[in-house]
T-cell receptor, first 114, second 116 residues
């Protein structure tokens, strides 16, 4: 089954404690990205990756890191989480057809930073 | 960069009525406009999209219209059903049909509630 697997679904942590949210896709997509969803602000892109070892900042990259060592995996790293990073996070992989980017989202990670 | 504004933020309709959600975009170079639906507790999923060389696209009870001159596009849902209740996001990007990555900029989302 084609899917984007994201873990964990829920995470409660404290300020300053490093954490990683994993993301894996089995569709051989070149593009992967991370979004955060906050009420009234929609989905905002954090980072994206166009291929292995190629990553770039999205609209809200401060406080986050990513890596793309393998095509299928794109983890999101919070080196020193702060309460303003409490949010719902989605990983997505995508492919392009002649229409545009078609995103496939993971199931989301609800993060609370105390 | 691109800015997408979406209205209304909440929309409540009776089953069987029509619902319309509107988005405006700022970058005249944007040429691809998808809509995503997110049911409660679920992930967003693509439901319909349109390219700028097309003025309207329809898929059963949903349709999207695009006005390039005014830089706005809309989602129309007819004969609404309770299962249409969800958050709907519009988005815009450039470089449709190209070979490089086309970053999507999303609107703020509309919570649609369909009352039985």
């Amino acid at each position: 089954e084609a899917q984007v697997t994201q873990n964990p679904r829920y995470l409660i942590t404290v300020t300053g404690k490093k954490l990683t949210v994993t993301c894996s896709q089995n569709m051989n997509h070149e593009y992967m990205s991370w979004y955060r969803q906050d009420p009234g602000l929609g989905l905002r892109q954090i980072y994206y990756s166009m291929n292995v070892e190629v990553t770039d900042k999205g609209d809200v990259p401060e406080g986050y890191k990513v890596s793309r060592k393998e095509k299928r995996n794109f983890p999101l790293i919070l080196e020193s989480p702060s309460p303003n990073q409490t949010s719902l996070y989605f990983c997505a992989s995508s492919y392009r057809d002649r229409g545009g980017e078609k995103l496939f989202f993971g199931s989301g990670t609800q993060l609370s930073v105390l | 960069g691109e800015n997408v504004e979406q209205h209304p933020s909440t929309l409540s309709v009776q089953e069987g009525d029509s619902a319309v959600i509107k988005c405006t975009y700022s970058d005249s170079a944007s040429n691809y406009f998808p809509w995503y639906k997110q049911e409660l507790g679920k992930r967003p999923q693509l439901i319909i999209d349109i390219r700028s060389n097309v003025g309207e696209k329809k898929d059963q009870r949903i349709a999207v219209t695009l006005n390039k001159t005014a830089k706005h596009f809309s989602l129309h849902i007819t004969e609404t059903q309770p299962e249409d209740s969800a958050v709907y996001f519009c988005a815009a990007s450039t470089n449709a049909g190209g070979t490089s990555y086309g970053k999507l900029t999303f609107g703020q989302g509309t919570i649609l509630t369909v009352h039985p």
